[in-house]
């Protein structure tokens, strides 16, 4: 059973580069969402999607798009990568969204330099 | 936009001590959870509490959802050190299905 699979696991970036972060799960979960964890700051939402087809801006969604064609899959592109978008990047899915249990995956370690 | 603060950021403690994690907000939520993260890997959720009042107790872990369901506390008794990690709150934003991330606590538990 693999839940949340996300790739790469670690990346370097130079500024100005743009790049697709993947996220796929395998649990027919409606509900997907992409997270950055910083230092001293938690979890800061950027894109959720609530079905194929679906998907809507978080907190912190300035610099990223979404798109959301199937059930599996949610990827997250950096238009142009910014040092300011170094950071920890978590996929998370869960079966309806609210009161359910969020499912992550083991993250992305992005730096941009 | 909700925020959740948590309280102590960091707290390193002897094994066999009690401790209690805060996590506070002005705004109502629908849902808290409370996640346990390792390092190298993404959280895990531990609990849900969604009726203000509600208390639940996962062995050593009890944990309470405020009455005005606007803040939530985690207690450990008698910490061990597998319980070292990152604890965080995630309140539910009521008619959205957004989840709203505390700050996190970072616990670190010394044989």
């Known amino acids: 059973?693999?839940?949340?699979?996300?790739?790469?696991?670690?990346?370097?970036?130079?500024?100005?580069?743009?790049?697709?972060?993947?996220?796929?799960?395998?649990?027919?979960?409606?509900?997907?969402s992409w997270y950055r964890q910083d230092p001293g700051m938690g979890l800061r939402l950027i894109h959720y999607s609530v079905g194929a087809g679906i998907t809507d801006q978080g907190e912190v969604p300035n610099g990223y798009n979404v798109s959301r064609s199937t059930t599996e899959d949610f990827p997250l592109r950096l238009l142009s990568a910014a040092p300011s978008q170094t950071s920890v990047y978590f996929c998370a899915s869960s079966y309806s969204g609210n009161n359910s249990p969020l499912h992550f995956g083991n993250g992305t370690r992005l730096t941009v330099t | 936009t909700q925020l959740l603060e948590q309280s102590p950021q960091f707290l390193s403690i002897q094994e066999g001590e009690n401790l209690t994690v805060y996590c506070n907000s002005s705004s109502v939520f629908s849902s808290l959870q409370w996640y346990r993260q390792e390092p190298g890997e993404g959280p895990v959720l531990l609990v849900t509490v969604v009726t203000g009042g509600e208390v639940k107790k996962l062995k050593r872990l009890t944990f309470q959802f405020g009455d005005a369901r606007k803040d939530s506390s985690l207690h450990i008794t008698a910490a061990q050190t597998g319980d070292t990690g990152l604890y965080l709150c995630a309140g539910g934003e009521p008619g959205t299905y957004?989840?709203?991330?505390?700050?996190?606590?970072?616990?670190?538990?010394?044989?």
Request: aromatic share 8%; net charge positive.
């Open chain 1, 1 to 32: 059973n693999a839940g949340v699979t996300q790739t790469p696991k670690f990346q370097v970036l130079k500024t100005g580069q743009s790049m697709t972060l993947q996220c796929a799960q395998d649990m027919n979960h409606e509900y997907m």
């Open chain 2, 98 to 111: 957004k989840y709203i991330f505390g700050t996190g606590t970072r616990l670190k538990v010394l044989a």
